[in-house]
Structure formats: structure tokens, C-alpha cells
């Protein structure tokens, strides 16, 4: 089946510092990777699009400055939180997709700010 | 702002009885729903997706849609312990893929 991986899995960081996720297909080419977030108890709320090549289209409220989406090639996206405070500390999950396909999530990155 | 509303629970459910679940939607237009089950801890993954009015049927799993009454459901049957988890019910928002998710539902399966 279809493979989604994140790295690193968990993330502790300083307050003001900047924070890079690694979203990978592994196994399929992605033409669209999706980025959530998760606060505890809480549900995935999107936060970006992105399309290989293409900038990232970002949600309502979410701050593309803060966020940086890189979709450099069809099989690894990166989310670089900049700045980082305690409140981003949350959980963040990337989704691949092909075409028209089922989405496939990673395993999520657990960031913590302190 | 289009939603998904689902009942936080937990809903406690014996081992071996049935689970229901229900969630609905704001969004008419919508057409394509998912189940996800979420263990602590992890990421979604998907139990199944359903795209037409009536029962979709996988293994022990059933998920009902009812576009009329912006309704989807998911029963499973026979509970086991290692079915206790969050189940989030997601609607596709957009063609791209977008997917809206509702608060999830924790399923509690009590030996």
C-alpha cells in the first residue's frame, strides 16, 4: 500500500527558533500533499495545499510567513514553522495524494515549543 | 464556514455488540465521506469512504449515507477492545481533495 512518512516524528525547540517537517511518499508520486494540525483533544484542521511546483494555497487564519510550504518534488514537501512559540506546539500531519486518489496520512510530528 | 458535528462521546460500548456512530454535515453540495479511526497518539487512517445514498458494507463495517438529511453514519459490528479508538468523519470540501474533518468520536470497548 501506499506510504507516507514524516521526520522526525517528535520535536522539542526553543521559543523563536524555526521547526522543518519532512512529508515523503515513499512508494508513489504525490501531485498534491495536504497539511494539518491537531491541538490535544481536538480535530485535524487543514492548514495548506500544495501542489508540486506551485506555491502552497493556505487556509483561512493560517499565516503563510509563519508556515513555509516547499513542494519541491512529487514525492517531499516540507512545513518550516518560523518563529515558533508555545502555541504552535501541536501535532502536524501530512497527507499525499495521486490525482484523484485517496488521501494517505503520515504519522505525524509532534512539535513541541518551549 | 461549512461543518462536520459529530458527538465527542465517549461512547462505551461492550465487547462484541455494535457501535454507532453518527455525523453530519453543513455543506448540501457535498460528495464524498470518510471514516478515519485515530488511535492515540497516531495519525488517521482510513476505515472507508462512501459516495452513495444507502449502506456501504466492509467486513465489520458499515457506513450509511443519507445526502437528504446531510447523515452519515458508521455501525460496527462485534466490537473489540482494539476497536476502541477516535473515529473522525470527514467531508470532502472541494474537488481538490480537501477534506473538512469533524471532532471525532471516542469509542470506548469495554471487555
Known amino acids: 500500500g501506499a506510504v507516507v512518512s514524516q521526520h522526525p516524528s517528535r520535536v522539542i525547540c526553543k521559543s523563536g527558533t524555526s521547526v522543518k517537517i519532512e512529508c515523503r511518499s515513499l512508494?508513489?508520486?504525490?501531485?498534491?500533499m495536504f497539511w494539518y494540525r491537531q491541538f490535544p483533544k481536538q480535530s485535524l484542521m487543514l492548514m495548506a495545499t500544495?501542489?508540486?511546483?506551485?506555491?502552497?494555497?493556505?487556509e483561512q487564519g493560517v499565516e503563510k510567513d509563519k508556515f513555509l510550504i516547499n513542494h519541491a518534488s512529487l514525492t517531499l514537501s516540507t512545513l518550516t514553522v518560523t518563529s515558533a512559540h508555545p502555541e504552535d506546539s501541536s501535532f502536524y500531519i501530512c497527507?499525499?495524494?495521486?490525482?484523484?486518489?485517496?488521501?494517505?496520512f503520515g504519522p505525524g510530528t509532534r512539535l513541541t515549543v518551549t | 464556514q461549512k461543518e462536520v458535528e459529530q458527538n465527542s462521546g465517549p461512547l462505551s460500548v461492550p465487547e462484541g455488540a455494535i457501535a454507532s456512530l453518527n455525523c453530519t454535515y453543513s455543506?448540501?453540495?457535498?460528495?464524498?465521506f470518510f471514516w478515519y479511526r485515530q488511535y492515540s497518539g497516531k495519525s488517521p487512517e482510513l476505515i472507508m469512504f462512501?459516495?452513495?445514498?444507502g449502506d456501504k458494507e466492509d467486513g465489520r463495517f458499515t457506513a450509511q449515507l443519507n445526502k437528504a438529511s446531510q447523515y452519515v453514519s458508521l455501525l460496527i459490528r462485534d466490537s473489540q477492545p482494539s476497536d476502541s479508538a477516535t473515529y473522525l468523519c470527514?467531508?470532502?470540501?472541494?474537488?481538490?481533495?480537501?477534506?473538512?474533518f469533524g471532532a471525532g468520536t471516542q469509542v470506548v470497548v469495554t471487555p
Open positions: 497527507s499525499a495524494q495521486a490525482g484523484e486518489d485517496e488521501q494517505y
Open positions: 512508494d508513489f508520486q504525490a501531485t498534491t
Open positions: 500544495s501542489n508540486e511546483g506551485s506555491k502552497a494555497t493556505y
Open positions: 455543506d448540501r453540495g457535498s460528495q464524498s
Open positions: 462512501i459516495y452513495s445514498n
Open positions: 470527514a467531508v470532502e470540501r472541494d474537488s481538490w481533495g480537501k477534506l473538512q
